[in-house]
């Protein structure tokens, strides 16, 4: 959960790109150093992946923590059309901004359904607070269950996402309150061990990344203050400098289908096997995550290379707007969501081959991204995207993307990703 923008280069000479500038000690995180996360100045210490503390249900509160006089906990039904509009205006005017608060994520009702309501969600994962006079719905946190796997084991962990206090009650550790009510709700689940990202520094992170971004539409980027025209070059160079074919080049590739979900988790399974870290899918998640829903405003694009009969290839990017803060118009940003190649997989590996195949690949979803009227299109420095960024033209952004993981200590992981987190 972060929003970013293109960096100026005199921003990248000055260093405000370095990691850490939000970064504190860690007897500042009066929070943070009361909870089973690793702790800073741990770092390299050779121990075992595993859980940092072991609890039984039984010894876990029946009850939530009262909050302050004046509010009371909801949970909140995102299938009611009024609700799941109380939350979406509470993100909108709340949620997160970038570091110069000129954009703001603008989470649609049709998003929020496609990453809160994933297979095994319930609703007593989405937490609200409400003012109880008003009724005003002035907090939330959500969690949904997945797998996940760190090298060898893998494990449930609540994936936790979209938390966010009014900003009229910012500063008054009410994050905290919430944070532990999640964790609760999780425990009395069952559920030990949880998964987040977020832009700021916290106690520790197991995986930084770089947001990295590609202009679809430059003019209008350039226009709300998103890209900068790099010095010395002039609009037209930049508008020819993005500009895209009409149509996509990769023989066989087609929108991804319902007939096509065991190949593609099949294939994500063994390309996903790769990395450090990456969650498991079932069946029934792919098809959540993958499959646009029809007769609603469309979340996901997946697609898929089918070489005779056989599935070689497949990728699939998401939508979430940001609100442009100054002008009230909204930029349709598309973020790079999983993708996989048997051309990663071949023994010995041969990267030459995964490098050409991941351009043809990217380039054809900038084309059809660009289709769909995104304005920008985002990836992050994870998974085998080094292999792309450059030549597909994506510039370094002015933010990070930390992920952590809640009651597991595991030695720092390179490159792996859990993709689904950049939400
Ligand atoms: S990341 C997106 C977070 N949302 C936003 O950035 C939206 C805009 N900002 C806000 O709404 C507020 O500023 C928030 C803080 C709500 C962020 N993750 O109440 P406070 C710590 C974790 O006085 P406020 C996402 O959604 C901070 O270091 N902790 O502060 C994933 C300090 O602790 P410490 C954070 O500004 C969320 C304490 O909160 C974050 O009024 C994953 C201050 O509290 C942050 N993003 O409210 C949550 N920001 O003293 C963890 C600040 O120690 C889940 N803080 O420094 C953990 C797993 C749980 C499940 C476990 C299952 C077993």
């Known amino acids: ?202 106690p520790r992170p197991v995986s930084t990344s770089r947001y990295y971004h590609r202009a679809l539409n430059w003019k209008k980027l350039h226009a709300c203050g998103f890209s900068p025209l790099p010095a010395g070059s002039k609009p037209e160079y930049q508008v020819r400098k993005y500009a895209l074919p009409e149509t996509t080049a990769t023989k066989g590739l087609r929108e991804m289908q319902d007939k096509d979900v065991d190949a593609v988790v099949g294939l994500l399974k063994r390309y996903l096997g790769r990395y450090d870290m990456a969650p498991e899918f079932a069946a029934e998640e792919a098809r959540h995550w993958f499959l646009p829903k029809k007769d609603s405003k469309q979340v996901i694009w997946s697609y898929v290379v089918e070489d005779n009969g056989k599935i070689t290839d497949f990728f699939s990017f998401f939508c ?49 991204a660009k289709r769909a009227k995104l304005d920008v299109f985002n990836a992050l420095s994870l998974m085998d995207n080094a292999l792309f960024l450059e030549q597909q033209k994506f510039g370094a952004g002015d933010g990070q993307l930390h992920y952590y993981l809640f009651n597991y200590r595991a030695s720092p992981i390179s490159g792996g990703v859990n993709a689904k987190n950049q939400l």
């Open 1 to 202: 959960a972060n929003m970013l923008k293109n960096m100026n280069l005199a921003d990248i000479m000055t260093g405000l790109a370095a990691s850490g500038k939000n970064a504190k000690d860690m007897g500042a995180y009066k929070f943070w150093q009361t909870q089973p996360v690793p702790k800073f100045g741990e770092e390299g210490a050779k121990v075992e992946d595993g859980p940092l503390k072991m609890q039984k249900v039984e010894d876990i509160d029946k009850e939530p923590q009262p909050l302050v006089a004046g509010f009371e906990w909801v949970t909140v039904d995102l299938m009611d059309d009024g609700e799941i509009k109380e939350v979406y205006e509470l993100l909108n005017g709340h949620y997160v901004e970038d570091d110069e608060a000129m954009f703001r994520f603008n989470y649609i009702p049709e998003v929020l359904r496609w990453a809160m309501m994933a297979p095994g969600w319930q609703r007593k994962y989405h937490i609200g607070v409400r003012a109880s006079q008003s009724r005003k719905l002035v907090a939330f946190i959500s969690a949904i269950p997945v797998q996940i796997r760190v090298r060898d084991k893998t494990f449930t962990s609540s994936e936790v996402n979209f938390l966010c206090v009014h900003k009229k009650l910012r500063g008054k550790r009410l994050a905290p309150v919430l944070i532990k009510e999640v964790t609760r709700i999780s425990n009395l689940d069952g559920v030990w061990q949880g998964l987040y990202t977020a832009g700021v520094v916290l």
């Open 320 to 368: 979430v707007e940001s609100s442009i803060i100054k002008n009230n118009d909204v930029l349709r940003v598309a973020y790079l969501f999983y993708y996989a190649s048997e051309a990663g997989l071949s023994e010995p590996f041969d990267k030459p081959a995964l490098k050409t195949r991941l351009n043809a690949l990217i380039n054809d979803a900038l084309i059809l």
